[in-house]
């Protein structure tokens, strides 16, 4: 056996267990998912396996359309909210921070390992009613008597900045902590205002990190289900209540499978763009 074809045999025994376990766990459930949204509801609330577009002929009727702008709402917001807050924290812990960025890092992320219902129900006590944010409000004199902020919009956007955070810091930090220092010295060296210096230099070479804080931001904020319901009471349907009513509630899994067919297509529309963008950013660099 030659050497390259023993070493194609190598990288695929490597590559084996990747590609069985994408097929088995990816590729196979959203075929599954794909052939229901195409199939009939049947009288039991079952489906029977066929091809028709009559769960998509429905999705696109005017009801649904709000639930599709409340969705890209929230994330567009949440995508904004996170960029907002997201971005200072990775530019100092990038270019700030010195030897103590590992453990601004850190601190980031330990949080997370935390079960994810756990996180939201501490946010649930910390929001209630006689949780600790208005124990301390009152206690303040700030307001005299509790508000309500389980339950409400606001509600949702701060589960949705502590959710997607370190999904926004981390990819921006990794394209700061990149950034040449020299670049900044010659700017401040030909007279550039520390303004003029991020606008120009710093910004610019941090878009590609910027861009994909987006996108693992906005992606799965528009199919984003137990925050709206555990901190906002579920008042406001978005796709991810839509997808979770039609399956377990209704009974109507071809449109339920049909709404999730859609979530995956403008998600993949979304990446496509992002990969385009991104090519172009990196061209106009070189």
Do not use: H
């Not at 990038?94 to 996180?119: C, N, Q, S, T």
């Not at 994909?212 to 799965?220: E, K, R, S």
């Not at 339920?256 to 763009?273: E, R, T, Y």
Request: net charge positive; with cysteine.
């Amino acid at each position: 056996m030659t050497a390259p074809r023993r070493g194609n045999l190598v990288t695929l025994a490597l590559l084996a267990p990747s590609l069985l376990s994408a097929i088995l766990l990816l590729a196979i459930p959203i075929l599954i998912v794909i052939a229901f949204s195409f199939a009939e509801q049947d009288t039991y609330g079952g489906a029977k396996f066929g091809f028709t577009l009559t769960s998509y002929r429905e999705l696109f009727q005017a009801i649904y359309l709000p639930i599709f702008l409340n969705s890209l709402q929230l994330a567009v917001v949440s995508t904004v909210i996170c960029l907002l807050v997201g971005y200072p924290i990775a530019y100092f812990i990038a270019l700030r921070a010195g030897r103590y960025a590992g453990l601004l890092l850190a601190l980031l992320l330990i949080p997370f390992w935390i079960d994810f219902i756990v996180r939201m129900s501490a946010w649930m006590v910390l929001l209630g009613r006689n949780g600790t944010i208005n124990s301390a409000l009152v206690g303040l004199g700030v307001i005299e008597q509790p508000i309500r902020m389980i339950g409400t919009y606001p509600a949702v956007l701060v589960g949705m900045l502590y959710a997607f955070l370190p999904t926004t810091v981390l990819p921006i930090y990794a394209a700061l902590s990149g950034l040449d220092g020299r670049l900044l010295e010659a700017a401040d060296d030909l007279g550039a205002t520390p303004l003029q210096s991020f606008w120009r230099i710093t910004f610019p070479l941090s878009l590609p990190g910027v861009m994909a804080a987006i996108l693992f931001v906005f992606v799965p904020a528009m199919g984003v289900y137990a925050i709206p319901v555990l901190l906002g009471g579920g008042k406001s349907i978005i796709l991810g209540n839509l997808i979770v009513q039609l399956f377990l509630d209704f009974r109507n899994i071809p449109l339920g499978a049909a709404v999730s067919v859609v979530l995956l297509a403008i998600s993949s529309v979304i990446i496509v763009c992002y990969m385009r963008v991104l090519r172009s950013v990196e061209e106009a660099r070189v």
